[in-house]
């Protein structure tokens, strides 16, 4: 669990939790073996066990993808995620823990990589992409400015890295499912914004609507309830923009499109 705590995690207090519960960490290492085994995620309550279950997983990407020759700062950076969605636990529970073991198994099983700003894994091709068996699918974590030029790079960061490191897998295109996606966008933000640009570099596929739920879970907070919408914080003017677009009748659905790498 050192490389975890040393290296991983930014939150003091659950460095502490994880080191003094020594229960708590040989569970967590055997629901860690089970998922290794399986290479899938399995039931695990939200909270401080998922992460005693992430800490031995994180020895697991390490080794895995370091046996494939994957530089040790790109496998940091990828697990750094459980960071972003600690603190999403925190701000929802109040308390610490997470609730996305599911998602993050993605990263410490060695399938998803951050490379720069965006996060890249490598799966089949779908109906619509132009060509090629397989693609690259493409995921946005929360937390910085969504720069046109920063994911420009991640781009050309994701297809050398993954022509390195998965040869006889060539994927030709990237693929993207997003709110960040939606062409209704502009009713909200303008054409100069990053978010504008960045779904602007998509070409659309077609996908079923969410009722704007992953847009509003975003932009207002986790664990924020629609429902309560005429209450939603408008500290910034994404937040007043969308809060007056979608009291007005509008939508932010998530939606689907595919570029060349």
């Not at 060509?131 to 297809?159: D, K």
């Not at 932010?252 to 060349?260: D, H, M, Q, T």
Request: proline share 4%; aromatic share 10%.
């Amino acid at each position: 669990m050192d490389f975890f705590i040393d290296e991983i995690l930014e939150n003091e207090e659950i460095k502490a939790l994880l080191r003094s519960d020594a229960k708590s960490a040989e569970k967590g290492r055997e629901i860690a073996g089970e998922i290794v085994k399986k290479h899938s995620c399995v039931p695990v309550e939200p909270g401080m066990m998922q992460l005693f279950v992430l800490a031995h997983l994180a020895d697991y990407a390490l080794e895995t993808n370091g046996g494939r020759g994957i530089p040790r700062e790109i496998t940091v950076a990828s697990l750094r995620d459980v960071n972003i969605w600690i603190g999403n636990y925190m701000t929802q529970y109040g308390r610490p823990g997470t609730a996305q073991l599911g998602w993050l198994c993605h990263h410490y099983l060695g399938d998803l990589f951050r490379l720069g700003r965006l996060q890249f894994q490598l799966g089949r091709a779908e109906e619509g992409v132009p060509s090629g068996e397989y693609v690259l699918e493409t995921h946005i974590p929360q937390g910085e400015p969504l720069g046109n030029e920063a994911c420009l790079e991640s781009f050309r960061m994701a297809g050398e890295f993954f022509e390195k490191y998965y040869p006889g897998k060539k994927a030709d295109y990237c693929v993207c499912c997003s709110w960040l996606l939606c062409p209704n966008l502009v009713n909200v933000a303008g054409e100069n914004s990053n978010i504008v640009k960045f779904m602007r570099l998509w070409t659309q596929l077609p996908h079923g609507g969410d009722d704007s739920a992953q847009a509003v879970q975003r932009v207002f907070g986790f664990g924020f309830d629609r429902a309560d919408l005429e209450n939603a914080p408008e500290k910034t003017s994404l937040q007043r923009n969308l809060k007056k677009y979608l009291l007005g009748g509008g939508k932010l659905e998530i939606s689907a499109g595919y570029r060349k790498l």
